[in-house]
């Protein structure tokens, strides 16, 4: 006869209980931006998600392209409404209708994009927007869920909304975390209609902003090595900001009557250029400690075992045309470069190893532009200023792989790459009579001059089917003349 002791029991209740919705298992996602110049097709980009199986992908809009790209490959879909559409959406019923059937149920057929989950706004809240967005959140949100609803979506898709610290402030201790008092009664609204549809609370989290704003921000408590200033909170002690960050949140839900509520975590990463503390061995210690951190299902101490929902990494690929107000990081915060290759060795966690590079790439021919050592370089001022208010000079700047490529270099640099962005058209190359066009790569050390991408693919063959449509037109006309001429 079986004998089931105390022990067997409460290990069966223990077991019983991970098995349900108290335990998580946190999946590894990645954010996939698209401000860049050099742009790889979104087919080329989802096959690189799925070599990495990488399993969910959180978008900033609802790119059909893209959409397309990701039907049939089993891979989970975050789609996101842009702040400045919030409006129009929260304006009427039928805006929202428009939206669901064009840019969601349409590319949800069998086979198709599995979109899980629509972020309302990106982070619609932070005060440096005096408000102009938050108005236009919670209508919205009502009128999408209406249009879920009506499209028989609204079980399957859940809305979130992406908020960071600044929607709670930052207190000296997490167990202080509250929303900030202008947002009480939009917050509580909002986490009452998250709360209703199950849905999780997106936070985007950024240690390397903390460090990089404020000089007596301790290193160390921005990885996740142990630190020699932990922060003591009580009973709870805190070794590093990811967590310090996250309670500050569960405090902040706490005290609104939200403590169950579950945490995703919508963006956090490390940039790899544009700042001393942006470089390869910080981004991949930072992203290695966070992967690991999040798996080993720890949580934090307000939330012990209880690790967030899902973690989207920022960022999948570099992003060369985003604004670099924030800093020259900006543009550099992708585990892969602009075209896909990895730049540090980082095992997700996916059973996968280390990352796996994109392939078939459809680069441009292997030349560059570079400044004419026989001419005269001094009024190459104002050429190395267009040039760099187009292309991507960031890494020629302090913190950056091309800082002490010396004066030539920077010129060269700067042609090079203006003349990729033109797709390496002869006449890009000009300046004046300045630029010259080589074969010989002229990197140096960790200073890499770029081959653009050729993302011209997907146009080339939509070309070929217009074509062929041309083509099949002509020989049906070509038939009907005939038995046209036949039949007369
Ligand atoms: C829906 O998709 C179209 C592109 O197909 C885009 O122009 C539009 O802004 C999208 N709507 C929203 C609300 O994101
Ligand atoms: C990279 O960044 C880390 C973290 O800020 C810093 O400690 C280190 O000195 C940097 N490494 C280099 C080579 O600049
Ligand atoms: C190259 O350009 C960068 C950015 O303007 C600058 O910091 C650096 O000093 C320049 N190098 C030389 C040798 O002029």
Known sequence: MPRINYYHLSLILLFLLLRSSLFVESAIGVNWGTIASHKVSPPVVVDLLRQNKIPKVKLFDSDPEILRALMGSGIEVMVGIPNEVLGSLASSVSASDAFVVQNISRFMVKGGADIRYIAVGNEPFLSSYQGQFQQYVLPAMSNIQQSLTKANLAGYIKLVVPCNADAYQSPSLPSQGAFRADLTQLMTQLLTFLNSNGSPFLVNIYPFLSLYQSSDFPQDYAFFEGSTHPVVDGSNVYYNAFDGNYDTLVAALNKLGFGQMPVAIGEVGWPTEGAPSANLSAARAFNEGLINHVLSNKGTPLRPGVPPVDVYLFSLLDEGQKSVLPGNFERHWGIFSFDGQAKYPLNLGLGNGVLKNAKNINYLPARWCVANPYKDLDTAGNHIKLACDMADCTT?????????????????????????????????????????????????????????????????????????????????????????????
């Not at 300046?431 to 001059?449: E, R």
């Not at 070309?463 to 007369?488: D, E, K, P, Q």
């Open 396 to 488: 020629l700047y302090y913190g950056g792989s091309c800082n002490a490529i010396g004066d030539k270099g920077n010129i060269s640099y700067a042609f090079n790459s203006y003349y990729q962005l033109q797709k390496q058209d002869a006449k890009s190359c000009d300046f004046d009579g300045l630029g010259m066009i080589t074969y010989l790569d002229p990197s140096v050390g960790d200073c890499h001059f770029l081959v653009g991408v050729d993302d011209n693919v997907n146009a080339g063959s939509t070309a070929h089917r217009v074509n062929f449509g041309f083509w099949v037109l002509g020989l049906f006309s070509m038939f009907v003349y005939i038995c046209t001429c036949g039949f007369l």
